[in-house]
Each structure stands twice: as structure tokens, then as C-alpha cells.
């Protein structure tokens, strides 16, 4: 399988990964990663060795799709690193959320930790509720369109901006709002509902803003893969 390339040139990649692969082997499985399906297209990479990830400057879950950005080069990767680490890079994400977002905009502001009850999973805390192993996570978001499906079930279209880069953030935030995504098996509430036809959670990382080393910016954008397209087609408008 080749991965499909929005952007390259003598330092940089920018891969729009599929759904179902994951950037890193996960258990004992033996099934395809990017790592290794980039290995296997871009060879020279793994001069960057194991300890800067073979130039695979951040990751998406599994079953998140959208942009991936690769450094060809010690040195870019160390910058793109900083740059994440300093909250330099713009990111935004599509999704669909079960339910009526309310505020057609808004800020979630949490702790995020390890959920006791499941310790697969991150969960929200307030402000306040500070303790060891907790962290700040903050995500932006703007309502897209409400929408119906057939069955006239509640769906929001989302785009989220997080500010901060914590695991499952974006997944554990939506379920902070009592909206988890579509299609999402780990945060998904008992007896959610899922649209027809999607066969995996409905979260697409859509845009990326980046600095680069000599002061310019670049923007990569990628478009709803089909998939998810097709989900979106059947449902209708239901603005109140």
C-alpha cells in the first residue's frame, strides 16, 4: 500500500493517513503501520533512527484520519518538535458528534487524566480539580452544521482546534460536552447511536498550519475522505 503524499520536498513530508492503521505497532500484531509502510516508500528515513521516529513528527489514533507531517531531517525534526512544544502549529480537526452541540461556539478548558474506571481512556476534569498526573488541555470549536440521518437521530458537524496536545484529547472533550464522536467504540456513551454506513470514528484531521526554520509558514490542507463523505450525504440539515 502506498501512503498518499499532499507535500514533499527536501525536508519535509506531509502524509494524509488512511483510517484503521496505526502510526505505531500496537501490541503483538504484525499488521501494516505507517511507520513501517513509510519505511518501505521513503527508505532513506531510517537514517533518522528509532530514537526520532524514523522523521514522524506527531501521531493520530488509529482510526483518525488526515494529515501527517514527516521531517526528512534531523534537523527539521528537532524544529517541528519545538514547534509542537511551544503550541506554534495550528491544527484543526472535522467531527461528528452525536447530539445537538448548543453554543455554535466555544472553548473547553479541563484537566486531563487517565479515567479511573477505564484506563484505556482520558477523561476531563474541571480546573479544580487538580492532582497528580492531571493536565491542562484546552480545544476550540465552531459548529459546522446540525444534522438529522434517516432515523431522524441528532448528529453535529464539528471543527475543533486544539490548543494543547494531550492524548485523545479531542475525543475526551467532546465526551466533556455529552457529544462523544460518531462512531467511536472507546469513548461512545452505552447504546450510542451511529449513522449508517460509518465504520469507524468520524474524526479527520483536516488542516495544519506550520512554521518553518527560515521564518515562513506553510498550510496543508486535506479533504473528508470518502468515507465519511458518504455519512454526511444521507443526513439533512436540522437548524432550529
Request: proline residues 5%; glycine residues 6%; positive net charge.
Amino acid at each position: 500500500m502506498a501512503l498518499k503524499i499532499l507535500y514533499e520536498d527536501d525536508t519535509l513530508l506531509v502524509i494524509d493517513k488512511p483510517a484503521d492503521i496505526p502510526v505505531w505497532k500496537e501490541g503483538a500484531r504484525q499488521d501494516d503501520t505507517i511507520a513501517t509502510l513509510l519505511l518501505g516508500q521513503f527508505p532513506e528515513l531510517e537514517m533518522l533512527g528509532e530514537q526520532r521516529r524514523y522523521g514522524i513528527v506527531h501521531r493520530l489514533d488509529k482510526d483518525t484520519s488526515g494529515i501527517l507531517l514527516v521531517a526528512k531531517t534531523k534537523n527539521l525534526f528537532d524544529f517541528l518538535q519545538e514547534q509542537f512544544q511551544k503550541r506554534n502549529i495550528e491544527k484543526r480537526y472535522i467531527c461528528l458528534v452525536e447530539g445537538r452541540v448548543k453554543k455554535d461556539s466555544g472553548v473547553i478548558h479541563t484537566l486531563l487524566g487517565r479515567s479511573p474506571a477505564d484506563r484505556r481512556k482520558q477523561k476531563a476534569y474541571s480546573l479544580t480539580e487538580q492532582k497528580q498526573g492531571r493536565r491542562e488541555a484546552k480545544t476550540e470549536y465552531r459548529v459546522l452544521q446540525r444534522l438529522t440521518d434517516p432515523s431522524r437521530r441528532f448528529y453535529t458537524l464539528v471543527e475543533v482546534q486544539p490548543k494543547t496536545g494531550r492524548k485523545h484529547q479531542i475525543r475526551a472533550h467532546m465526551v466533556y460536552l455529552d457529544s462523544p464522536i460518531a462512531g467511536d467504540k472507546l469513548y461512545g456513551f452505552k447504546n450510542q447511536s451511529i449513522p449508517e454506513g460509518l465504520a469507524r470514528q468520524f474524526l479527520h484531521a483536516s488542516f495544519l498550519k506550520i512554521p518553518l526554520p527560515n521564518g515562513s509558514t506553510k498550510e496543508f490542507h486535506s479533504p473528508l475522505p470518502e468515507d465519511l463523505k458518504r455519512v454526511l450525504i444521507q443526513m439533512k440539515n436540522d437548524e432550529i
